[in-house]
């Protein structure tokens, strides 16, 4: 694996793991994997005039997030609703813009050849969300146990919220490579809810999370390299069974 290629992995992986503790948090498993597949029109766009499909799903990503949070504030309707209604519109556009094997490569990630552009864009990416999270976390965490007591206390909570879905769509964004649409939102996900189980604390679970999501990504892309296979279903293969060992570890601690 190429140095660089393993630093932007790298540093995906922490922003996903520390992301993906909030997201935990706040109830968005499902709505977070929906998020994801937001990338895919704006993927399909880009084949089909020739630009970069990364780019195409970094604008797509980003118009889906405000979209959200737009029809969210002006409706009352839940995030996670909305984001279920315009996960659907995007799979249905996306999939009828990308086909063949660019669909594939679009569901499943292409690593391919890293561009500089690339590498330096997706590390300030990186940076930008883990400086978000850590910087940000108090608030996050009061806004998320009681909306009313953090205004009081001075916090904007739309516009946290705002920027919290913007964190996470850059997330996701960086990953488009690795695992794709279909793929990125679990490894928000999984870290998270392993560390869910294993953390005695906020900074803990940052730890455990960002432990799983860098083990799971570097280990999953080395083997998949090997054995010739795409590297998203195989890094996703390896959070899973470190969820599924937390689990064990979890009952074995309860009946100890």
Same mark, same amino acid.
């Given at each position: 694996?190429? %140095?660089?290629?393993?630093?932007?992995?790298?540093?995906?992986?922490?922003?996903? %793991?520390?992301?993906?503790?909030?997201?935990?948090?706040?109830?968005?498993?499902?709505?977070?994997?929906?998020?994801?597949?937001?990338? *895919?029109?704006?993927?399909?766009?880009?084949?089909?005039?020739?630009?970069?499909?990364?780019?195409?799903?970094?604008?797509?990503?980003?118009?889906?997030?405000?979209?959200?949070?737009?029809?969210?504030?002006?409706?009352?309707?839940?995030?996670? /609703?909305?984001?279920?209604?315009?996960?659907?519109?995007?799979?249905?556009?996306?999939?009828?813009?990308? /086909?063949?094997?660019? *669909?594939?490569?679009? +569901?499943?990630?292409?690593?391919?050849?890293?561009?500089?552009?690339?590498?330096? +864009?997706?590390?300030? %990416?990186? #940076?930008?969300?883990?400086?978000?999270?850590?910087?940000?976390?108090?608030? *996050?965490?009061?806004? +998320?146990?009681?909306?009313?007591?953090?205004?009081?206390? %001075?916090?904007?909570?739309?516009? +946290?919220?705002?920027?919290?879905?913007?964190?996470?769509? *850059?997330?996701?964004?960086?990953?488009?490579?690795?695992?794709?649409?279909?793929?990125?939102?679990?490894?928000?996900? $999984?870290?998270?809810?392993?560390?869910?189980?294993?953390?005695?604390?906020?900074?803990?679970?940052? #730890?455990?999370?960002?432990?799983?999501?860098?083990?799971?990504?570097?280990?999953?892309?080395?083997?998949?390299?090997? $054995?010739?296979?795409?590297?998203?279903?195989? $890094?996703?293969?390896?959070?899973? #069974?470190?969820?599924?060992?937390?689990?064990?570890?979890?009952?074995?601690?309860?009946?100890?």
């Amino acid at each position: 694996m190429q %140095g660089a290629a393993l630093a932007l992995s790298i540093g995906m992986a922490v922003a996903a %793991g520390l992301v993906g503790c909030f997201a935990v948090m706040r109830r968005m498993a499902l709505a977070s994997d929906a998020m994801s597949h937001v990338a *895919l029109p704006g993927i399909g766009l880009a084949l089909m005039f020739h630009f970069h499909p990364v780019l195409g799903g970094v604008a797509a990503l980003f118009v889906g997030t405000l979209m959200v949070w737009g029809l969210g504030r002006r409706t009352g309707i839940s995030t996670e /609703t909305v984001i279920g209604v315009v996960f659907s519109l995007a799979l249905a556009v996306g999939s009828m813009l990308a /086909t063949g094997d660019e *669909l594939v490569d679009a +569901l499943l990630g292409a690593p391919g050849t890293l561009g500089g552009w690339e590498l330096a +864009l997706g590390l300030a %990416g990186s #940076a930008v969300v883990v400086a978000f999270v850590l910087t940000q976390r108090n608030r *996050l965490v009061l806004a +998320l146990v009681s909306a009313d007591i953090a205004r009081t206390s %001075g916090i904007r909570v739309a516009r +946290l919220e705002l920027v919290y879905l913007l964190a996470f769509a *850059l997330t996701v964004a960086l990953g488009l490579r690795y695992l794709g649409v279909l793929l990125m939102g679990s490894l928000v996900i $999984i870290p998270a809810a392993t560390a869910k189980h294993l953390a005695r604390s906020l900074h803990g679970m940052f #730890a455990i999370a960002v432990a799983v999501a860098v083990t799971s990504t570097v280990a999953g892309e080395i083997v998949a390299a090997r $054995i010739h296979r795409p590297t998203g279903p195989v $890094i996703i293969a390896f959070a899973a #069974a470190l969820f599924f060992t937390s689990l064990a570890l979890r009952r074995r601690g309860h009946a100890g």
